[in-house]
């Protein structure tokens, strides 16, 4: 595949990246896939299915400006570190100055749903730092702003094979979430029409069972009984999941789900068992 015009992807060896560069792929986009080490097997993986690839950090900084030049667009995101708030704001700034000095025509920046919200949870309030220092630039970029993944549920996967979904909040709240595949395909479709998102900042979610109802799903995967069972956030011991299960226990994201999806048909929006289905191990 040319790597002539492409949409650069950054995270592309991590989960929201490698969505994206699916969906692209799949899409027929050149994909030019931003990587820190070119010769470990996940970017070899990458340059075997026809990406391409360039060296880069987003913690420095160092490559990012190369690594844009001659995009088409490039999707953009910055994770939370141990150096807290600032570092992953930090991160964002070397992305905008990056893609500045690179004049990239369009950029997808995925934030999180409810960060323009003062939630007090820490890695949604620095997103939404550097989506402030986005609007103050001349880019033309569109803010995405995924739910809860899906694929957190998969860190217990000891447990639900014991029969137990551990949660901190409510088996009776709906929570709202994502499928990754979901997030690749909403990104591919804003880089098919970047003048019709230019400005926007939109909040994604494929579903919103409850626990309970996740657990019963889960059960019928599997086969067997798996209950859910709530426990405190405050039993967190990362202070940062710890807030953002609190604001999910009490008043969580608000997102318009049904009208998000008859908007962006096209995404074919995953449900959570349809998810389960192929996601959980047999």
């Known amino acids: 595949m040319s790597d002539s015009s ?17 969906a692209l792929l799949d899409a027929g ?26 060296v880069g950090d987003i913690v420095s900084g160092v490559g990012l400006t190369d ?12 994770t939370p570190s141990p150096g807290g708030a600032s570092a992953e704001i930090a991160q964002g700034k070397a992305l905008i100055e990056a893609a500045t000095a690179a004049s990239v025509p369009y950029l997808v920046f995925s934030s999180a749903a409810s960060a323009d919200q003062a939630t007090g949870v820490p890695h949604f309030d620095s997103k939404f730092e ?3 220092l986005l609007a103050a630039t001349d880019l033309r970029y569109t803010i995405v702003a995924p739910s809860y993944f ?9 447990a639900l094979a014991a029969g137990v979904m551990p949660i901190a909040m409510p088996t009776d709240k709906p929570l709202q979430q994502l499928s990754r595949r979901d997030l690749g395909r909403f ?19 494929s579903d919103q069972p409850t626990p309970a109802e996740m657990a019963q799903v889960i059960g019928e995967v599997l086969g067997t009984r798996v209950s859910a069972e709530s426990y405190d ?22 997102i318009d789900i049904p009208a998000l999806h008859a908007r962006f048909p096209d995404v074919g929006w995953q449900s959570f068992a349809a998810w389960a289905t192929r996601a959980l191990p047999r």
């Open 187 to 205: 990104v591919a479709g804003l880089f098919a029409a970047p003048d019709a998102h230019v400005g926007e900042r939109i909040e994604i979610a």
């Open 130 to 132: 550097v989506e402030k």
């Open 150 to 158: 899906y694929d957190n549920l998969l860190a217990d996967s000891d």
């Open 233 to 254: 956030p405050e039993r967190i011991p990362d202070p940062g999941r710890s807030k953002m299960f609190t604001f999910l226990s009490a008043r969580g994201n608000e």
């Open 29 to 54: 986009v050149a994909v030019r896939a931003v990587v820190r080490d070119p010769v470990s097997s996940k970017a070899a993986a990458l340059a075997q299915r026809g990406a391409g690839l360039a």
């Open 67 to 78: 690594a844009f030049v001659g995009a088409t667009g490039v999707f953009a995101l910055t």
């Open 6 to 22: 492409p949409v650069v992807v950054i995270g592309a060896t991590g989960g929201q990246g490698g969505a994206v560069v699916d």
